[in-house]
């Protein structure tokens, strides 16, 4: 299960992008992948709440935006979303390409930084 090492180390680069942004916490994370790119998108949720335990993470959401496969049609001069990621062909026009323009992300987006808890103030 590759999605654990891929969890990890999401948590490291969230965990250091929240200390150089001066946060103790993360409440999100905002991850896209594509279609073409071999993750489970469940597999990686489970994954990132097991990696995400015992740093500024843990109990912090993962959200991820699930991208469809683009590609380009040469015959209809357009970019196109394929309804399936295995069949390379125009959804439009039927004609095949290997012109790939969208499916293989796995991108770290952005994090929701938790706001600090107040310290309770004494009597």
Known sequence: MHELSIALSLVELAAEAAANAGAERVATVHLRVGALAGVVPEALQFSFAIAARGTPLEDAQLAIEA??????????????????????????????????RQGRELELVALTLAAPVPAASGP
Do not use: E, K
């Open 67 to 100: 991208l469809p496969t683009v590609i380009f049609c040469a015959c209809c001069d357009a970019d196109r979303a394929l309804p399936t990621p295995g069949s390379f062909r125009c959804p439009v026009c039927g004609t095949p390409s290997a012109a790939i």
